[in-house]
């Protein structure tokens, strides 16, 4: 199962909330995702119109589609109820939050992309981050010599 992750939404961010949502494609664009040319670093949500949009997200063109290819960093729409729209609304208004896609994956031949409402963290928090991942990496190792 082909699953695009995005590593750096859990360092960058505090995700609070998920909600997983549709994500209109092309079809070379569906094709290059399942070849695993796509990538979510410096991608993010925003909200235009009461419409959730997907910006800065790379799908890399497909080699076979010839003068039908696409853009390789256009504009997304994304898929969500009004209720659950508004609900990011709501969220997002407060200062310092923002929408993050954390996963990129296929759910019955589907894609859905995973968006998270998160908090941005200080370089302080990020250097936590950092030392908890050693002190977990390190127990792990010592576990495993055991």
Known sequence: MLEIKN???NYDYYIEDEIECGIVLKGTEIKSIRAGLANLKD???VIKNNEV??????IGKY???GIFNHEERRTRKLLLNKK??????DKIEISGY????????????KAKILIGIGKGKKLYDKRQSIK???IKRQIDKS???N
């Open 7 to 9: 590593k750096k939404a």
């Open 43 to 45: 991608c993010y949500a």
């Open 53 to 58: 949009w997907l910006l800065n997200m790379y």
């Open 63 to 65: 080699d076979n589609a």
């Open 84 to 89: 659950e729209i508004l609900k990011l609304r």
């Open 98 to 109: 923002t929408l993050v896609p954390i996963k990129l994956y296929f759910k019955n031949n």
């Open 132 to 134: 908890e991942k050693d």
């Open 143 to 145: 576990l495993k010599n």
